[in-house]
């Protein structure tokens, strides 16, 4: 298993449907818009107003262009590494909403782009969350070389 050699730090999202390219960043070690650039090369591929979080398809692609290999798994805080958790209530739906945060598993935290305050909710409210979702989580489970 591969190590991380850089403590995982929280990136706020720049804007309502930024949580995406923010869990990019804190994956990656990089600032937002850099890893906004980096997973995203053309302009088309993201919007302003265009929410990535829910396809996690899109998100693992993205990952793959900063770098990283990951895999879909339900057991993400047994693997040492980081992941990115998408949730999505009421897919299709209008008024539909969708998310996502970043498991720290060095500091055993969720990491959440939106939260404005210094004390999150219990990883274990995110979890439970997740669960009651339409869900999927992305480990990340290297580097690529």
């Known amino acids: 298993m591969e190590r991380w050699f850089f ?3 929280r990136v706020a999202q720049a804007d309502d449907n930024g949580c995406a390219v923010a869990c990019l960043a804190m994956v990656a070690g990089l600032s937002y818009g850099r890893a906004r650039c980096e997973a995203f090369p053309r302009r088309h591929e993201f919007r302003d107003d265009e929410s990535l979080t829910a396809d996690g398809e899109r998100i ?3 990952l793959e262009r900063l770098g990283f290999t990951a895999r879909q798994a339900d057991d993400f805080r047994e693997h040492g590494t980081p992941a990115i958790l998408t949730f999505q209530w009421d897919p ?3 008024g539909s909403h969708a998310h ?3 498991w720290d598993p060095f500091r055993k935290r969720m990491l959440d782009p939106a939260q404005r305050h210094l004390d999150p909710p ?5 979890v439970d969350l997740w669960r009651r979702s339409n869900m ?3 480990v990340v489970t290297g580097r690529k070389r």
């Open 7 to 9: 403590p995982i730090r």
């Open 60 to 62: 693992h692609r993205a």
């Open 92 to 94: 299709g739906r209008k």
């Open 100 to 102: 996502c945060i970043v």
């Open 122 to 126: 219990a990883v274990d409210h995110y």
């Open 136 to 138: 999927t989580a992305l």
